[in-house]
């Protein structure tokens, strides 16, 4: 148990369904991301939010909308997903530091499948 | 461009010592983490580097040189319970310092 929890664990959608995965973290950081972990391939970042802002999106599709409403729970939004969408998707959260070892403690995924 | 390198598989036998190689090219360094996930897990953290130099916790213990963009983990005494994939991650400057970047990480398998 690191902390951070992920709803649902496992989902299945169509392309025009429209679902949303949520994350909770019970660490006090202030800072969440969504990473893609697709088989064979690294990490993807997806999102990060510090304090509550969107720092960066790194091009994601915007059929994948985020949602920060505070510092401890965070959405990936899916609407019109593609097959190739189908992954396990990561929540993280960290400390909003700059610098220092002050790693990021990740939920236990969503395993996604998109048909 | 972000670039880190890690081997894909390694195999190695109960009670040895194995070290699994990261190579790293990245728009700046804020240190390196090394993480274990076990297969439909939560990555989990191991070990961070920022100064050259190796950093011992248990039997784990990581490397790092950063004028080479190399780091090593080294896993001593092997357990059953070791195999996993291990996750090289940098943080560089991107987003504010909050950018991790990951390698494609390196599944091992611990044979009795």
């Known amino acids: 148990e690191t902390g951070v929890t992920q709803t649902p664990r496992h989902l299945v959608m169509g392309m025009t369904n429209k679902k949303s995965l949520k994350c909770e973290q019970h660490?006090?950081?202030?800072?969440m991301y969504w990473y893609k972990q697709s088989a064979k391939k690294p990490l993807e970042l997806m999102f990060v939010y510090s304090l509550e802002e969107r720092v960066e999106n790194n091009s994601v599709p915007s059929r994948f909308s985020p949602e920060c409403p505070n510092s401890s729970h965070l959405f990936l939004h899916l609407h019109t997903l593609q097959p190739e969408d189908s992954a396990l998707y990561l929540c993280?959260?960290?400390?909003?530091?700059?610098?220092?070892?002050?790693?990021?403690?990740f939920g236990p995924g969503t395993r996604l499948l998109v048909l | 461009g972000q670039n880190i390198d890690q081997p894909t598989e390694m195999t190695a036998t109960e009670g040895a010592i194995v070290q699994i190689n990261c190579t790293y090219q990245?728009?700046?360094?804020?240190?390196l983490f090394w993480y274990q996930q076990h297969a439909g897990e939560a990555p989990t953290f191991l070990s961070y580097?920022?100064?050259?130099g190796l950093e011992e916790k248990g039997r784990f213990s990581s490397f790092l040189s950063r004028s080479k963009g190399y780091s090593y983990l080294l896993l001593k005494e092997l357990q059953m319970k070791d195999s996993a994939s291990y996750l090289c991650a940098v943080r560089d400057n991107d987003n504010y310092g909050q950018n991790f970047v990951f390698g494609p990480g390196t599944r091992l398998s611990v044979l009795p």
């Open positions: 990245t728009s700046g360094f804020n240190g």
């Open positions: 660490l006090g950081h202030n800072a």
């Open positions: 993280a959260s960290s400390q909003d530091v700059r610098q220092g070892s002050e790693t990021q403690y």
């Open positions: 580097n920022v100064l050259d």
